[in-house]
Every structure is written in structure tokens, then in C-alpha cells.
């Protein structure tokens, strides 16, 4: 199975901060890496996927990319419906994998 | 809209079995590879298994191969998870996901509680 490692676990941030997740997979997976957003309670969404491609209804300030060995989303400007857990996903092979997540808190 | 909703979940002693629905609306269901993937608190999100769209090809992840089945019917637009031998590490919160590109998903449905006690 792919290991699919995320970083930070967890964040802290304010309203209008650029916010920068990453994800780095323990073998190729080529650019199918997906990221996912869940707020408690509720089930994950699908925010990007292909690493870079913006899913359908979901905002633009959310971007996904990828620069040598880690894949990265990025929340331009945080907003308060932001606070969250992000979850990486690799979908190049079975089983996919997700990431462990990462919490981004209000500080 | 795309709906998914699942159903089934519920309290089952070790051993037991316990079958999953998830009624799939506001999309050609037959269509789309359909997925089940699991959350507890331990080991976070864990896919489950895939079905093809026809339901020719089904795949399972090593810790629940030989015990589950996934199913469809694409006349009722309904996925299904047939759960047996089930251990207390199974449980978790069960989700219904519409397949995307490759193994990615798309929508999900709100989960469904299954709890391995007893």
C-alpha cells in the first residue's frame, strides 16, 4: 500500500491567512493525489483532484500543486467555513490511501 | 442534486453480520464505479472496496476480503456492503462515495454507524 504522509497534523490560524498543507507520497503516484476537506460530524468533500484541478461549486481560493516530491493545497485567504480537517488521497493504485489529516484550527 | 444515503448500520456482536445499503439519487447511477470507505478515530479514513459500473469487477482492501461483499443494483440505483465474520476493529463510520477519476470519489453520502461489540 502507498503511505501517504501529511504535514502539519494540525494548524492554527487567522481569518485572511494563506494557509499551506502538504502531502507526500512513499512511492510515485504520478499527479493523482486528491484533497479532501470534513468538518465534524459531516462527511469528507472532494475540493481537488488530478493534484491541481478544482472540483466543481468548489472556491477558488483553494489550490492544489505540485513541486518535486510534495503535493501542496493551498487556502489563499482563510475563512471562517474553512476550519476543518484536510485529507490527502492518492488514487494512481489499490488500495487508495489518505493521509492522516490535518486540522486547521482558529487561533 | 446528487444523493447518497446509506442505511444498515447498527449494534452486532463479533462474529455477526450486517448488510449496508446506500440509495443513490440525482445522478446516472449506473454510470459510475461505486466505493465504500470507512472513519474511526484510530486509523482515520480507510477505503473499503470498489465496484465497476456493470458490477463485473468488484475489489477489496486485504482487511476485509473473504468477509465483505460489495454489490449493486442499478435497477434500484442501490449499493450494497455485505458484512460477515465481523470484528470490533471493523468498527467505524461507513460511507457510500461515487467514484471519480480513478480511484478518486466524488460525493459521498453521510455515513452509517457500525458497531463490533459485545
Known amino acids: 500500500d502507498i503511505q501517504m504522509t501529511q504535514s502539519p497534523s494540525s494548524l492554527s490560524a487567522f481569518v485572511g491567512d494563506r494557509v499551506t498543507i502538504t502531502c507526500r507520497a512513499r512511492q510515485y503516484i504520478d499527479t493523482y493525489l486528491n484533497w479532501y476537506q470534513q468538518k465534524p460530524g459531516k462527511a469528507p468533500k472532494l475540493l481537488i483532484y488530478?493534484?491541481?484541478s478544482l472540483y466543481s461549486g468548489v472556491p477558488s481560493r483553494f489550490t492544489g500543486s505540485l513541486s518535486g516530491a510534495d503535493f501542496t493545497l493551498t487556502i489563499s485567504s482563510l475563512q471562517p467555513e474553512d476550519f476543518a480537517t484536510y485529507y490527502c488521497q492518492q488514487s494512481y493504485s489499490a488500495p487508495p490511501t489518505f493521509g492522516q489529516g490535518t486540522k486547521v484550527e482558529i487561533k | 442534486e446528487v444523493q447518497l444515503v446509506e442505511s444498515g448500520g447498527g449494534l452486532v456482536q463479533p462474529g455477526g453480520s450486517l448488510r449496508l445499503s446506500c440509495a443513490a439519487s440525482g445522478f446516472t447511477f449506473g454510470n459510475y464505479w461505486m466505493h465504500w470507505v470507512r472513519q474511526d478515530a484510530e486509523r482515520g479514513l480507510v477505503w473499503v472496496s470498489r465496484i465497476n459500473s456493470d458490477a463485473t469487477d468488484t475489489i477489496y482492501a486485504d482487511f476485509v476480503r473473504g468477509r465483505f461483499t460489495i454489490s449493486r443494483d442499478n435497477a434500484q440505483n442501490t449499493l450494497f456492503l455485505q458484512m460477515s465474520g465481523l470484528r470490533v476493529e471493523d468498527t467505524a463510520v461507513y460511507y457510500c462515495?461515487?467514484?471519480?477519476?480513478?480511484?478518486?470519489?466524488?460525493?459521498w453520502g453521510q455515513g452509517t454507524l457500525v458497531t463490533v461489540s459485545s
Open positions: 488530478g493534484a491541481s
Open positions: 462515495a461515487r467514484g471519480g477519476s480513478g480511484y478518486s470519489v466524488d460525493q
